[in-house]
């Protein structure tokens, strides 16, 4: 069988080389980066069209270091594929999006390369070195690109951004060594299977104590940092505003769902019993970062920051529905559909908000070329003078955003509340105002920058091209397609969720 | 074969010490030749002796009326710590391309001393017989007084005499326990020896092992830079020249580090065992230093947080990665072990990397190490090889997956883990300030958000310095590109590692855990 996961892999990581020697040849190295990007959506593509049923498909598995338990294991099920086409999309769009590259593009395009390569890595693997390793090296590349290509006083938001995911990824690294001590595994499926038989906990118990929870929280530290959930939500606006518009297309669309990710992969399945344990303070936790994201969104002055809050709002849902459907073991039969809905859900908004999120900011990096780096929500007005189609079509984008029925957005929130309310209705109820809030933030936006009066300045203010028209298009058609037909991911998704939720124990 | 690692250093000594002065810049070529020799050697020992167990090198009568033979011999860690010399010492040379420049740089005495000091390691980590490992210890602290005191820069004669100091303090404990139990074995059996198997075979009552172990453990641990007696290792690391900190760092604190483990671990297994009464949780010599080693973790990361010379950051920062090494020892599992040997391989490359940068690429340019004035620089512009190279050495450093680093670090929490969890928690702390001391010293050094533009509005002209020599980026090669292979693919060194660590006395492997 070609090891077609290895492949996806592998392919951006060679292309970032070869686009380093491009150099300062900006139309080279963007042309390589596409090319690479395009491959690697086609791949994407066939791996999930691959994925049917809720197994595990794609497997690989070689021996890496017997001593350690590490082995070289890859395997995708519906999550993993949906998660590695969400990259590739995302990424093509980024590449799309980087046009006026400030210096060194062939670094910046190898830097980016990178980063897919780590993602697609990320979300394929199933042993945790190996995950560990792509978990890593996701974050360099990230790094480096909104440390040199950034926004004025980039470093210090560079380093926070670093420092943070690093606490948390060492609060992982830790737990996951506990757990081989006391398993002598770092596979995920012998893991998830031991803690579905309970001999998890006898383990942990024997070899280490009651430190149980303690691991539990260690990870879910770790994930909470990258999603972000309030209150470790700090590095992020800086962060997202202070990147180059492009990268943040990355951060929000891709890298911010390797948290609700490792949530769905590792978290639930190998701690669900004691992350059921602590629901409630975790819904709040939850419901917090719905209502305050989106809160946090009306006060902000600048565009980036507005959409970087709104994305912690839009995560926020998913681990609404996560921690909702970590239901205390009992007599649940009657809750199994909501929880299957619910996460359900979860799944979809991560795809549409990766998909919605880029879009938003890929607008905003066309508005930043035009206004000249301008992006603050006063400096606008009465855009769709001037440039009617943008504001159409940017439009859509913000609907999107806004949960409007008919696209994507709608779908999977809708589906989360569904499957939270009968779960948990006092903090689904809850959160609704950030559905609320985050209409108003979303129209206010639009009133801000598209209509009102047109200053003098922007009388000009160019249109988008045809060439940025026919570039938009995929990603917009997508929205409504997902809108209207959503049983085009959420036939695969469902399966796999049943079939999840069938292995794990709360 | 590997003995000849051992010949070839001395006779290349030997030939620099007795070179006319005028061909000062043959030396280093004679010096490089040479150690790439002992490479050769080094890397042929280790593959052709693949997974097996210990190999005999050498074994001859030396003073026999004191049963003391010249024994050399080969397990596993051995073969793996010479490999390590042998890389060092070529590294170590080709950043020291630039001694021999000039005449009055005595570069024939500089590479002697240089190859005379690897000589000494090169013996220690092939002895069997402890008398002779002493002597070949003895060896390789004259030159490396030598090395500093000469060539050193900030307040080298106070650097090189504090390091000869500590050095020779721990050898006397050494030496004290290691006589008596030569003579307890001897007066008890008749039979005086200081082959190491002899006395790891005896049984020494557990009194005496109880207070043996501690002085000789602290002993060789004095050069490992166990804290609380660490504070040779900055002073010492900053005064050096490069080459000598590379190979101080990079090979010598080793020496420490295997002898706890090869000396007062075999040796004294029970020194290790519980008290039997416990005082504020301390019930052993065990929890003593592994206290000691996490308290060297972490307090070696703080103080690398604090320092404004870029020689002191790196200096502290091998106080903490050797606080992993002897952690990683105290596990007394085997997953600890092997992780604290692989730890003292990657540390040796990385510490010389990391010091190589400092040291040569960045000061022998800038001349100076201050992090304030480096600031000012921008030397991401100037010098981006210096700048990407320290990016890469530091993620390597800091223990990110895909680098040597990383794979011992984790084998040393998961050993840890089993043995004390609470020091597996705070050594994690200790990663994180890691990541803070090397993230703080790249941006200060290299990404600095000093403005480029003067009050007035002219551009801050970026300084030129010469390039990055053949020499420099041959290293840098050499020891990134080991970091990465053995990151990638640990079991090149694991699958000779693991059996000799399985194959040290029964009773260290379960000391201290009855």
Redesign the interface.
């Known amino acids: 069988m070609t090891p077609l996961l290895t492949i996806l892999t592998v392919v951006p990581a060679v292309a970032a080389v070869i686009a380093l020697f491009a150099g300062n040849r900006a139309a080279v190295a963007r042309g390589i980066a596409f090319l690479s990007a395009l491959i690697s959506l086609a791949l994407s593509l066939e791996v999930w069209f691959g994925v049917r049923g809720g197994q595990m498909k794609f497997i690989e598995r070689w021996d890496w270091i017997p001593s350690l338990g590490i082995e070289y294991h890859l395997g995708v099920d519906g999550l993993g594929a949906l998660m590695l086409l969400l990259s590739a999309i995302v990424s093509l769009m980024a590449i799309a999006a980087s046009r006026k590259v400030a210096k060194q593009p062939g670094l910046y395009f190898a830097l980016i390369l990178l980063l897919e390569s780590g993602l697609f890595g990320t979300f394929s693997a199933l042993n945790f070195f190996h995950w560990f390793l792509f978990w890593e090296l996701s974050l360099i590349p990230a790094f480096f690109l909104i440390k040199l290509w950034g926004g004025e006083r980039a470093g210090p938001a560079a380093t926070q951004f670093f420092v943070y995911t690093m606490v948390g990824s060492v609060a992982l690294l830790l737990a996951f060594m506990a757990l081989f001590v006391a398993t002598g595994s770092m596979d995920f499926e012998t893991l998830s299977h031991m803690a579905a038989t309970g001999e998890l906990a006898t383990a942990i118990q024997g070899h280490l104590g009651s430190v149980s929870m303690w691991l539990a929280l260690a990870v879910l530290l770790g994930f909470a940092v990258k999603v972000p959930m309030m209150p470790f939500h700090t590095w992020l606006p800086a962060t997202y505003s202070k990147a180059p518009t492009p990268v943040t297309m990355l951060l929000t669309g891709a890298m911010s769902k390797m948290g609700v990710y490792g949530l769905l992969r590792l978290a639930l399945p190998i701690f669900g019993h004691q992350l059921a344990q602590i629901r409630t303070p975790l819904l709040i936790l939850a419901t917090l970062t719905v209502v305050a994201g989106a809160w946090a969104a009306v006060v902000q002055r600048d565009l980036k920051r507005v959409f970087a809050y709104s994305s912690i709002n839009h995560l926020g849902y998913c681990l609404l529905a996560i921690f909702a459907a970590a239901l205390p073991a009992g007599p649940q039969t009657a809750a199994n559909l909501s929880q299957t809905i619910a996460l359900d859900g979860a799944v979809l908004q991560m795809f549409n908000h990766g998909l919605t999120a880029a879009a938003i900011f890929w607008f905003l990096t066309l508005l930043e070329e035009r206004s000249g780096g301008r992006l603050q929500i006063d400096g606008f007005g009465g855009l769709r003078k001037p440039a009617p189609v943008f504001c159409g079509l940017m439009g859509i984008a913000l609907f999107s955003s806004l949960g409007l029925p008919g696209l994507n957005g709608f779908v999977g929130e809708f589906l989360i509340f569904r499957g939270a309310f009968p779960l948990s209705w006092l903090s689904a109820t809850i959160s609704v105002l950030g559905l609320l809030i985050t209409a108003a933030v979303i129209l206010t936006v639009i009133q801000r920058v598209f209509t009102g009066p047109l200053p003098d300045r922007w009388k000009t203010f160019p249109d988008l091209t045809t060439g940025e028209r026919l570039a938009l298009a995929p990603a917009l058609t997508l929205m409504f397609v997902l809108g209207l037909m959503p049983q085009l991911l959420l036939g695969t998704i469902n399966a796999t969720m049943m079939h999840l939720l069938g292995g794990w124990r709360f | 074969m590997l003995a000849y690692t051992i010949y070839l250093s001395f006779a290349g000594a030997l030939l620099l010490a007795v070179l006319p002065k005028r061909l000062h810049a043959v030396a280093r070529v004679i010096a490089l030749l040479v150690a790439l020799c002992g490479l050769a050697v080094a890397l042929a020992g280790f593959i052709s002796a693949g997974t097996q167990g210990p190999v005999a090198v050498a074994n001859l009568p030396w003073i026999p009326a004191m049963g003391i033979h010249y024994t050399l011999e080969a397990d596993g860690i051995s073969r793996v710590l010479v490999l390590l010399t042998g890389l060092a010492a070529v590294a170590g040379i080709l950043f020291s391309w630039n001694i021999g420049d000039k005449t009055d740089d005595r570069a024939n005495e500089f590479f002697a001393f240089f190859l005379a000091l690897i000589g000494g390691v090169y013996g220690v980590f092939l002895s069997v017989d402890l008398f002779l490992l002493f002597v070949f210890y003895e060896i390789a602290i004259v030159p490396k007084y030598f090395l500093i005191a000469i060539w050193g820069s900030t307040r080298r004669e106070y650097g090189a005499m504090k390091l000869a100091l500590y050095s020779f303090a721990g050898s006397a404990m050494v030496l004290i326990g290691l006589l008596t139990a030569y003579a307890v074995v001897g007066g008890q059996t008749g039979n005086y020896s200081m082959n190491l198997h002899t006395l790891a075979q005896y049984h020494f009552s557990t009194s005496f092992q109880m207070w043996a172990f501690p002085l000789v453990f602290t002993g060789f641990a004095i050069l490992a830079g166990m804290w609380p007696f660490h504070t040779w290792a900055p002073t010492g690391h900053v005064a050096a020249p490069t080459a000598a900190s590379m190979l101080l760092a990079g090979v010598v604190m080793k020496l420490g580090a295997y002898g706890c483990l090869r000396v007062a671990m075999t040796v004294f297994p029970h020194g290790l065992d519980p008290w039997g009464f416990s005082f504020l949780g301390i019930d052993s010599w065990r929890t003593v230093f592994g206290l000691f080693a996490v308290i060297g973790i972490v307090y070696g990361a703080t103080v690398a947080l604090v320092q404004n010379d870029f020689k002191f950051v790196i200096g502290y920062s091998s106080v903490s990665h050797m606080g992993l090494v002897l952690l990683g020892l105290l596990t007394l599992t085997q997953?600890g072990i092997?992780g604290a040997v692989l730890q003292m391989f990657s540390h040796g490359i990385l510490a010389g990397l990391l010091f190589a940068t400092v040291g040569r690429i960045v000061y022998e340019r800038t001349h100076t190490r201050d992090l304030a004035l480096l600031n000012k620089l921008q030397l991401s512009k100037a010098m981006p090889f210096a700048a990407w190279l320290f990016v890469i050495a530091g993620?390597a450093s800091m223990g990110?997956?895909?680098f040597s680093g990383f794979?011992a670090e984790?084998?040393v929490?998961?050993g840890a883990?089993?043995a004390f969890?609470w020091f597996?928690?705070i050594a994690?702390l200790g990663?994180?300030i890691g990541?803070?001391y090397t993230?703080r010293a790249m941006?200060r050094v290299f990404?600095s958000?000093h403005p480029a533009v003067t009050a007035d509005g002219t551009p801050v002209p970026i300084p030129e310095y010469e390039p990055v020599t053949w020499a420099e980026k041959a290293g840098v090669i050499l020891l990134a590109g080991t970091s990465l292979l053995i990151g990638v693919y640990?079991?090149l060194l694991?699958d000779v590692i693991?059996p000799a660590v399985q194959a040290l006395p029964h009773a260290l492997l379960t000391g201290g855990r009855q």
């Open positions: 997953i092997d993620m990110l997956p895909g794979v984790v084998q929490l998961i883990w089993e969890p597996a928690a994690g990663i994180v990541v803070a993230w941006q990404f958000d640990p079991r694991l693991a």
